[in-house]
Structures are given as C-alpha cells and as structure tokens.
C-alpha cells in the first residue's frame, strides 16, 4: 500500500523550506556573497550531523522503516572529509569542533536513533534529497565565490555513486511511499521534518551571526586604521 509520504513531506514543510532559504546567511551564499571562514565553518558543521545521521543509518539498516530508504551512495561523511582537509589542512580533525546549534542538532539525532528511528526518515529526507536537488547549483555558486578550481573543496556537492540525480530522486520518493506506516507514524516524520529545519535554520543563523561579527572587526579596524593616518 503507497502512504504518499514524498508527496506529503514536501507539502508539510514547504512554510519551514521557505523560512530556511530567507536566513541570511543562506540568502547571502545563493546571491553569490561567501565568507571562506564561513563556509568552512559550515562544512565542519555539517560533518558532525552527517557522522551522527550515518551512524544512525548504518545502526538502523534493518530498521522496518529505515531498510526501505537506505542508501549509503547518499553519504556524504567521506566527502566532507576531503573538503575540511583542504579548508583546514591534514590535521583538520583537531582543527573543528560542533558549534552549540551544531550539537543540539546532533544529540537530536541520536535521541531518535536510539528511541524512534523512524523519525531518521525525516533527517534524511531534509538533508538528502537538498543536498541532491541544490548540490550542483550550490557548488558552482561556492567555485565562483571563492575561486575554486575543478572539484577542489566542493567534494561535498559531489555524489560519484549516483549516476542519473533525477532518477535517483524518483526512486528515493517512491521507497518513501512504500514504507508501511500509519497515519499517526506519517504526522510525526512530517513533524521532525519541520524540526530537522528548523535545527538547520539555527545552524544558518549562526554563522550569520559569526559573519556579522567578522565584519562588523574588519569595519572597527579600518576605521583605527584610518585614525592612525590622522593622527
């Protein structure tokens, strides 16, 4: 029996999918404006909540729900990993840390994998099928912002294992439609949905809180700089 639960994903979180792209940091990035320390910042974000999604995957494989969208081409751990290394250099690894909203967002994700682990259906559609849908866009916004060359530092937008993204995508919707759920199980994944968005809109906002920050030192060192000559 199909539940129709692509279909009701996407219109369940279209209001939180809006709110998601107005963050300004994320409105910034689509406009072409990206911070490399940032940016950096948000992949070093991004590595924890992928390590800690995967990890839940991989737990849950058997899972009666989970079994039905596993699809470790979908990963995207080892890709951060190239990525954080050319940011941040082979030692990259005692360079990053999660931020607060980062962390909240993993323990969140663990929490369901261990008492709930159909709810990971909605952190792996948020993330999964965006990271898809807007990857290649994305990444030619991030090579044109910072000068990248090739696939350099852009692994992440990257999926080798995937040869068509469309029909991938039309059979990643169709495996959500097949998992035997009920009504009451369908409301709480779109329910987490919405969570899982809101969790990245805080991710978001935090850096557009850092950036500010970053720009608002530059701004009072110039302006010292300027006195300087002045006085």
Known sequence: MSTNLAQQLREGTSKSHSMAENVSFVKSFLGGVVDK???????????????????????????????????????????????????????????????????????????????????????????????????????KIAQSAMQLSDDIGTSFYIFRDIEDDNEFKSGYRQSLNDIPLNSAQIDQIISEANVAFNLNMKIFQELNSNLIKIMLMLFLSSINNLRKRFV
């Open 37 to 139: 320390k940032s940016y950096r910042q948000l992949l070093a974000n991004l590595f924890f909540v992928y390590s800690a999604i995967e990890e839940e995957m991989e737990k849950n494989k058997d899972h009666f729900a989970i079994s039905f969208i596993y699809f470790p081409e979908l990963y995207r751990k080892s890709s951060l990993c190239e990525d954080l290394a050319y940011y941040y250099g082979q030692n990259w690894q005692n360079e990053i840390e999660p931020s607060t909203a980062t962390q909240v967002y993993v323990d969140r994700i663990h929490l369901i994998g261990n008492n709930q682990p159909e709810l990971l259906i909605a952190h792996s559609y948020t993330r999964y099928m965006g990271d898809l849908s807007g990857g290649q866009i994305l990444k």
